[in-house]
């Protein structure tokens, strides 16, 4: 990793204020400065990466001044917040790129913004500066658009409407509102997304075709780059407990940095589990049981129940559990980071999303990879049981991680030298030099 070249210019990364897509920004950061790049971090006020600075070596990191504060995304919901976002932060990026080409000299080599902080474009645009788009989110992702718009999905089969990133993410108007934004600022000269030739070939030539320009898929980029130290300080005494379980006995259970759930739920999740007879891992962050303070208000019962059968962590370190010979299955909310992790690591997946993207993911992992299922409707225990059991016990999820294991090893080609990603990463760094 430690390649670094002659200084090459500078890269302005411009990541969305949120764990699930900042990380990717950081894994690629990383994966450029080894390639010589000097690299500049613009945040807003909230989720920071700079507040983990020491992780980053190297990094110069700023805050936008004019970027919103978390209490608006609270009171305005996630999309709404992004197109709120971006007009408010247009004009301080302009004038913070103005600032640096005066004080570092005309060094910028390039712009690269995730693709929902579109006011970046405009800003590279007027000074006539490179600009790349960063994609977080699968290439599927791309595919689903026109469906939405439209309100058909024709030519998408396994697609279904029902799978497209809608539900949940608030008014209908104001999710076409942010696709006709993001589709409209669209002046970038290439992509770059975090998925892997293998897992999407289909999608990355619908994409190639649509958008007219380069595509680099350099995924997954925890496997291309060194995986930066997560923002959140994580419990490492679970790997302790997970060394006393057999080989892939365990279900290992996260919803992510932002999901959350209603107590009946969580109780209904915790009989089922015990009732599986199979060992668990359950991460329950802070702020993720609706109406509570988290498992500690849960009842004396369901504590005792889980002490004998599970161990529960307020955040775990999932690159270390998923790779752990002794989990087998991992309930997911399919965020596509830790989609690709479980992927890259064999591991198949129980799969419960929440919203947008992560119904996209789901279906891939039930449907065009067979190696999950999705658990829809109500949580129920006895759903919960017949799930565990089906994945880390029946033959069924024998054919699941079977395939799991097959994906891994193509995963792992992907990233190693002459192998797709590796090259595609090759190219953009070749890319960006001539920038």
Known sequence: MEKREAKRGRIVL??????????????????????????????GHFNQVSSSSQSFPGFHFVTL???????????????????????????????????????????????????????????????????????????????SHPGMQEK??????????????????????????????????RTASAVIINTVSCLESSSLSWMKQKLGIPIYPIGPLHMTASPPASIIEEDMSCIEWLNKQKPRSVIYISVGTVAQMETKEVLE??????????????????????????????PDEVHKMVSERGYIVKRAPQLEVLGHPAVGGFWSHCGWNSVLESIAEGVPMICRPFHGEQKLNAMCIERVWRIGFQMEGKV????????????????EGAGMQERALVLKEKLKASVKSGGTSYNALDEIVEYLKTK
């Open 380 to 395: 129920d225990r006895g759903e919960v049981e017949r799930a565990v059991k089906k994945l880390i016990v029946d033959e």
């Open 14 to 43: 411009v990541p969305i204020p949120a764990q699930g897509h900042v990380t990717p920004m950081m894994q690629l950061g990383k994966a450029l400065y080894s390639e010589g790049f000097s690299i500049t971090v613009v945040e």
């Open 152 to 185: 058909v999905v024709e030519n998408l089969y396994p697609l279904r409407y029902k799978d497209l990133p809608i539900s949940g993410m608030g008014p209908l108007e104001h999710v076409f509102e942010l696709c006709r934004e993001v589709a409209n600022k």
């Open 65 to 143: 001044k004019e970027s919103l504060p978390e209490s608006e995304l609270e009171r305005l919901g996630g999309i709404e917040f992004m197109i709120m976002l971006n007009k408010t932060s247009e004009a301080s990026f302009k004038d913070y790129i103005a600032q640096l080409l005066l004080q570092q000299g005309n060094d910028i080599s390039c712009i690269i913004y995730d693709e929902y902080m579109y006011f970046s474009g405009a800003a590279a645009k007027e000074f006539n500066l490179p600009s790349v788009i960063f994609s977080t989110q699968c290439a599927t992702n791309y595919v």
């Open 269 to 298: 999740m915790a009989w089922g589990l015990c009732n599986s007879n199979q060992p668990f891992l359950w991460v329950i962050r802070p702020g993720s049981i609706l109406g509570t303070n988290g498992i500690e208000s849960l």
